[in-house]
């Protein structure tokens, strides 16, 4: 720096700022290069996120329609047992029937024999039970359907005395075993179907 005296007053003389001959653009190349770098790892981190929040929305889905689903196959069993009980039903006009929250289509299904390979849906069911789903009413559909077996009995028999002769007795009898197919098509992807077995001594 220069000092230049001018009439008894000092002066400070400053140069112009000289460029720096050594920098070009590193720190343009750098920061841009690091805002690319942070923006890649925030689009990675969202799209986890959207994945997780995904797969946690369709396990939810999948873990209500099984509920249902297997809770319609509960119902199907209580249905059985009112269906034998009664001996069919007593109001025969109401078509569909409903007995508590249980609509049945086929009023003599507790009579049908086996199933084979039939899946329940919305013009294949002998009952259905409505359940809201996501502002919707789904169908939770059942179909049942069973055989007959003779069940394995006991005998005894008494000697009576002497003789070497006696009395027997023997007593058996027969159950049905019901296929129950419980089918639900629940919210967003999620179907689920359940079978049962339920066994009805006679």
Same mark, same amino acid.
């Given at each position: ?69 297997? %809770?319609? +196959? ?5 249905? #059985? ?8 039903? =007593?109001?025969? /006009? !109401? ?72 009395? %027997?007795? +023997? ?5 049905? #075993? ?8 629940? =919210?967003?992807? /999620? !179907? ?11």
């Amino acid at each position: 720096m220069n000092i230049l005296k001018l009439k008894g007053r000092s002066r400070l003389l400053q140069r112009p700022p000289q460029p720096c001959r050594n920098e070009r653009g590193s720190a343009l190349v750098f920061s841009t290069l690091i805002l690319f770098l942070l923006t890649v790892l925030g689009v990675l981190a969202t799209n986890r996120t959207d994945n997780e929040i995904r797969f946690s929305r369709d396990d939810k889905f999948h873990k209500m329609a099984f509920y249902q689903t297997d %809770g319609g +196959a509960e119902a199907a069993k209580e249905l #059985i047992e009112e269906a034998i009980e009664e001996r069919g039903w =007593a109001d025969q /006009s !109401a078509d569909p029937l409903q007995i508590k929250k249980v609509w049945v289509t086929n009023k003599d299904f507790f009579q049908k024999k086996s199933l084979g390979n039939e899946v329940p849906a919305d013009n294949n069911r002998d009952a259905y039970i409505e359940v809201a789903v996501g502002g919707r009413t789904r169908n939770v559909n059942l179909l049942i359907g069973g055989n007959s077996r003779l069940s394995s009995g006991g005998a005894i028999q008494m000697a009576a005395g002497y003789e070497g002769a006696g009395k %027997g007795s +023997a007593g058996g009898g027969a159950w049905i #075993i019901y296929d129950i197919r419980s089918r639900h098509q629940g =919210a967003g992807t /999620s !179907a689920v179907q359940v079978k049962a077995q339920w066994m009805h001594v006679m």
